[in-house]
């Protein structure tokens, strides 16, 4: 069982940044595949960035260039810093990691980007 905590989530002006972190149970936190995703009112969740136990990385298109997912295998902790943001942006993100043919989620951070 891993288990997930996010925490970062805030409300932002557009332009402004966000770091976001997600905190992971487990001992075997460097084989985990980390990914963040976010979901909008009346939208379904989708896919912002992964990043694979070598530190491979993918983005989804609207945050390519301004979102940065990283992670600290020490910490146990993936990262999402998010910049220039907009507010379709504004979303829960969740936290997710995929492990020995599971997936796991977090309970979500709320991002509101509004001026």
């Known amino acids: 069982q891993v288990q997930l905590v996010e925490s970062g989530g805030d409300l932002v002006q557009p332009g402004g940044s966000l770091r976001l972190s997600c905190a992971a149970s487990?001992?075997?936190?460097?084989?985990?595949?980390m990914g963040w995703h976010r979901q909008a009112p009346g939208k379904q969740r989708e896919l912002v960035a992964r990043?694979?136990?070598?530190?491979?990385?993918n983005y989804a298109d609207s945050v390519k260039g301004r979102f940065t997912i990283s992670r600290d295998n020490a910490k146990n902790t993936v990262y999402l810093q998010m910049n220039s943001l907009k507010p379709e942006d504004t979303a829960v993100y969740y936290c997710?990691?995929?492990?020995?043919?599971?997936?796991?989620w977090g309970q979500g951070t709320q991002v509101t980007v509004a001026s």
């Open positions: 997710s990691a995929d492990f020995s043919l599971r997936e796991y």
């Open positions: 487990g001992s075997m936190f460097s084989s985990y595949i």
């Open positions: 990043i694979r136990s070598g530190g491979t990385t």
